[in-house]
């Protein structure tokens, strides 16, 4: 391999050491340290004037207490509990809106296909902090949609949706749509149309074509969309904060709890990285199963 | 919304460079200030302002326990600048600088004391009361021509809470304001440190917390203001700008703020200057330009909070220094309580009560 060809394999490299190990092995450094009122908010920290006696002596003050801590205190675990639900479920609702957005943009005239997949696009130019609150402003009990539902006679008292699950709902599967939405249609887009044919040729029925050459070749888009949306809903904060009650376990809020109401850098550290831990084991075995598979097949 | 902006100024916070000589940078609370006088600072001392706002006390903290803030003037609750200097955030003050810090009431410095001993570290700004919101046609329709809206029988009397949730109630997502207030419902002392004490706070909040829309500490202005809820848990002055952006808006939405007859929690904004700020000469010249009473009233006149400066008050218009809500006679005055900083252990006990009154977990 050539010396240029190398610097630009590096590049992403690097910026993944930079951007992504280093600050997840400072933060691991400190959730293993213990809350002082100091600045920073934590002990120990490392004094490099004392050479190798005081890396020793910080080394020894290391502790996977607050591993410990999270742990004992069921409130963690039912926050992580409660955000896989959350996430999850509206992982599953985005999916179910995503998959036939997507469906009719691939089926859509040629010519068409760019003007809808910019609609689709054309909300991310707002700033997703507006977008929610615009949905603060539809959903409330004063809101439009109970406002226009009242004034239709559909419902004669308001429905209350803020500050519930269904209004985190809403936002999660609103906001990520176009993330779902993508790479299905990607996906579909490529799909052959003769094979659909074939299928049909072959004594399948409509239904059952489109369940096993669609739904089947579009698999890896539908992969990619729910992973897309899944993780980030399940570490999300600003819907829960804004749309939901305080009923609304997550643990993007837990996360935010430890760091400014109790100041505790260590145990918010902790509660971060059993967050990325919980995300990367899953992934990464997925996509071991992924490549034994692809493997076989060959 | 107090939590997105926080994180905003989180992530730019490492972008604040240090500032050079002619610059001095201040950090308060939004909406806390009248610009004009931000001017009025350059102009007469041709020194360069930079000013930056926040909307919660842990924003603040946590910018200046990272330690760095490049700020030379910030503004933290009593409460918080009590453990702020025991982390060793400030400097003390240089009273030979401030000529203008005789105008300081005594009254309110007698008590700003227990906080920052002997007030070496910092001045008031401003303070203010935390009490009950009501939308008055809202509420009468749901609880009659009597309801207690000047008790905190209205928000910790589940009977009420019932019929209030109709219309909907809003509470302050802070557990250092919500449970000294449950303690003095009580009777207790609101200011206890016990464990078993703070305790029975949950006794009171816990079976109200079903009726309680939601626990936030800033959408309660547009929702009071808007008609969207009738009744909010929450500080003083932002029920009055509630009041006043209802009048406005024509909409048919009449506030009134109340400080519970029970007692209600006093808070204090102090100016102070951190330990490592670059330019503590100029932060000074600030501290006292603020000091001087007519440029404190003209800040109390236009943000409608009381100030810790008892010179300033011949020049405060009527609509402040004559309003209740925001000058409290002598005999409410006695009747409002402070709160000291808890203790970090009693700190996470605190927040992990919150957290189980709020979500039932």
Redesign the interface.
């Known amino acids: 391999m050539n010396l240029g060809r190398r610097l630009l394999i590096s590049v992403p490299y690097g910026w993944l050491v930079v951007l992504f190990l280093i600050p997840f092995l400072i933060v691991f450094k400190i959730s293993l340290s213990d ?1 002082a ?5 934590y002990t120990p920290t490392l004094d490099t004037s004392e050479g190798w006696s005081g890396f020793a002596a910080y080394w020894s003050k290391l502790d996977f207490e607050n591993f410990v801590f999270l742990a004992e ?3 963690y675990i ?1 926050a992580y509990l409660s955000s896989f639900k959350i996430a999850t479920i509206a992982t599953f609702l985005t999916l179910l809106v995503g998959f036939p957005f997507a469906y009719a943009i691939a089926n859509a005239p040629e010519e068409w296909r760019p003007s809808l997949l910019l609609l689709v696009i054309l909300p991310f130019w707002t700033s997703f ?1 507006i977008r929610v ?1 615009a949905l603060i402003g539809i959903l ?3 809101g439009f949609l109970n406002q226009f539902l009242m004034w239709t006679g559909v419902i004669s008292e308001p429905l209350v949706i ?2 519930t699950n269904a209004a985190v709902y809403i936002g999660i599967v609103y906001t990520y749509l176009p993330f779902m939405v993508l790479p299905i249609y990607s996906t579909l887009e490529k799909l052959d149309g003769s094979l659909l044919e074939a299928a049909q040729d072959l004594g399948c029925t409509r239904i059952s074509a489109f369940w096993s050459v669609t739904v089947h070749l579009a698999k890896p888009g539908v992969i990619a969309g729910c992973f897309l949306v899944f993780i980030p809903a399940l570490g999300e ?2 819907i829960p ?2 749309l939901g ?5 997550m643990i993007g809020k ?1 996360l ?2 430890e ?6 850098w260590p145990v918010a550290s902790a509660v971060a990285i059993i967050l990325l831990l919980v995300l990367i084991i899953p992934i990464v075995l997925f996509q071991r199963n992924e490549q034994k598979q692809r493997e076989q097949n060959k | ?1 107090k ?2 902006t ?2 905003s100024t989180i992530a730019l916070c490492a972008a604040v460079q240090s500032a050079s000589a002619e610059e001095v940078r201040i950090y308060n609370w939004s909406d806390y200030i009248d610009e004009e006088l931000l001017e009025k600072f350059q102009a007469e001392t041709g020194i360069d302002l930079i000013y930056d706002v926040f909307d ?1 006390n ?2 603040l ?2 910018k ?4 760095s803030s490049g700020y030379d003037v910030v503004v933290p609750t009593g409460t918080f600048l009590e ?1 702020q200097i ?4 400030f400097q003390k003050l240089d009273l030979s600088q401030l000529s203008n810090h005789g105008n300081v009431w005594d009254l309110i410095a007698a008590r700003t004391a227990q906080y920052d001993p002997e007030n070496a570290y910092s001045v008031n700004y401003m303070w203010g009361t935390t009490g009950l919101g009501v939308n008055l046609k809202k509420v009468a329709e749901v609880l009659g021509d009597d309801a207690p809206i000047n008790s905190l029988d209205l928000v910790f009397n589940p009977a009420n809470m019932e019929k209030l949730a109709e219309c ?1 109630v809003y509470m302050l997502d802070a ?1 250092t304001e919500m449970i000294p207030a449950a303690l003095a419902y009580l009777g207790e002392d609101p200011n206890s440190h016990d464990p078993d004490v703070l305790a029975k706070a949950e006794g009171v909040l816990a079976p109200i ?1 079903p009726y ?4 936030n500490s800033s959408e309660y202005i547009n929702a009071l203001a ?3 809820i009738c009744v909010a848990f929450g500080w003083s002055g932002d029920i009055l700008q509630a009041r006043d952006r209802a009048a406005e808006a024509e909409n048919g939405v009449e506030i009134a703020y109340n400080a519970p007859s029970e007692g209600a929690l006093m808070w204090f904004d102090q100016m102070a200057v951190p330990a490592d700020a670059p330019n503590p000469e100029g932060a000074h010249k600030f501290i006292n330009f603020i000091l001087d009473a007519q440029n404190m009233a003209a800040a109390s006149n236009y943000v409608y909070y009381a100030n810790g400066n008892l010179a300033a008050q011949e020049f405060l218009v009527e609509d402040v220094i004559g309003d209740l809500a925001i000058y409290p006679d002598a005999a409410t005055l006695e009747k409002l309580y402070t709160v000291t900083a808890y203790p ?1 252990r009693v ?2 006990t605190v ?2 009560m ?3 009154i ?4």
């Open positions: 809350y009122i100091s600045i920073p908010p205190d069921s409130l039912k902090l609150y409330s009990n004063e803020m500050n904060f600003v904060s804004l009650g305080s009923r609304t376990l837990v935010w709890e760091f400014f109401s109790n100041r505790d | 919304m939590l997105l926080s994180l919660s842990e924003v903290e946590t200046l326990l990272a330690g453990r025991q982390a060793g955030v909907g557990p917390a309680v829309a939601k626990f808007n008609g969207d970090p700190q996470r927040t992990r919150w957290t189980k709020k979500s039932g977990t």
